[in-house]
């Protein structure tokens, strides 16, 4: 190795020590979930804040959408509450949830099937322990292409984006861990203590203004959607795994641990 090469190489080398944790697109994919699903132990219970956005983000002044009461989604009977461009609801729960094994959190929205593809508009999903402080599930997406107001999307190109599945679309908070999220890791955002969700809704445009996945790609979907019930329409958020369960499991393994 050339003297210029080796000091490329160790240039390279520590530029990747010192950079934060980057979350790698491996092709994964989230799990789906029914809402009947026996998994899911706990449902939203209030709306802590709603800002819905405009029906097209492109006149910021014009209508915003407005299908559906904000309560509209809580429980888990929940209806669409629409969210608009850019739009966000914040939903708080009863019981604190926690990064337990496997799937963690599920987003139901009212996506339907066609075929292999889902008619759905999608969200970003953020979790907080203080309501003031919010860490975003590392997005994925693979759809490079522009999806039109009325067009289907494959939800295998998608990855953490609410809305990807027909029937409610499963996050692993562990995920936050592995993208080394700033306020995880300074414990502003406690995985062991998620009080709160908020969902954002994606700008499908793929022009200026568009909204970006955790790798700086935008976010294809449906796109203009200048209707009361445009943006992300969530119908429940649910839990999987609870902080009062995780600890139980977690004081039974340390004493389980003194007898091995
Ligand atoms: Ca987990
Ligand atoms: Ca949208």
Known sequence: MTRLATTVTLALLLTAASAPAQFADT??????YDR???????????????QRGPIDHADPDGELASHGEPTDLLGPD??????????WITVGFDEPLADG????LVVFENGFAAGGLVYA???FVEVSTDGETFARLPALCRNGEPTGSYDAVDPALYYNLAGNHVGGTAYDLQDLMVAGDPAVISGEVDLLAIRYVRLVDVIGDLGPGGTVDHL????????PTAFASGGFDATGVAGINLQSVRTERQSWTAVKSLFD
């Open 27 to 32: 092709g994964q994919v989230n799990a789906a």
């Open 36 to 50: 009947d699903d026996p998994a899911l132990v706990i449902w939203a219970s209030s709306v802590v804040e709603i």
């Open 78 to 87: 929940g209806t669409a509450v629409s969210l608009g461009d850019h739009g």
């Open 101 to 104: 094994p496997g799937d963690d």
């Open 121 to 123: 508009e999608m969200a």
């Open 216 to 223: 700086g790609r935008p976010v294809s979907d449906p796109y």
